[in-house]
């Protein structure tokens, strides 16, 4: 397993901008399979993006297609999410999670962070 640690989350306006990073331990990292979750009070947890290993697969939510874009640095041993155009509606608890060699659509993740508290006010 990995551990990881979100950073850069925030209260921001709505129509602006944030960008997550998820700091991951572990020699293996390379062959993780990323993912961003979310969490809004009252609401189930739902998935927002994931990366592939190879940083060539990303698969992204219909709700944040087109405004949030994952990238991942492997050298640098982090994941980011990039949030533009922000809404009120995606104030949420921002959770990163790592599964070995899984493929991007996967919905089960074995490694969680304990996540950045995003708000966007309207």
């Known amino acids: 397993q990995v551990q990881l640690v979100e950073s850069g989350g925030g209260l921001v306006q709505a129509g602006g901008s944030l960008r997550l990073s998820c700091a991951i331990s572990g020699r293996t990292f390379s062959v993780y399979t990323v993912a961003w979750f979310r969490q809004a009070p009252g609401k189930e947890r739902e998935f927002v993006a994931a990366?592939?290993?190879?940083?060539?697969?990303?698969y992204y939510a219909d709700s944040v297609k087109g405004r949030f874009t994952i990238s991942r640095d492997n050298a640098k041993i982090t994941v980011y999410l990039q949030m533009n155009s922000l809404k009120p509606e995606d104030t949420a608890v921002y959770s990163c999670?790592?599964?070995?060699?899984?493929?991007?659509?996967?919905?089960?993740?074995?490694?969680w962070g304990q996540g950045t508290q995003v708000t966007v006010s309207s």
């Open positions: 990366i592939s290993w190879s940083g060539s697969n990303t």
């Open positions: 999670a790592a599964k070995r060699l899984a493929p991007v659509t996967a919905t089960l993740y074995d490694s």
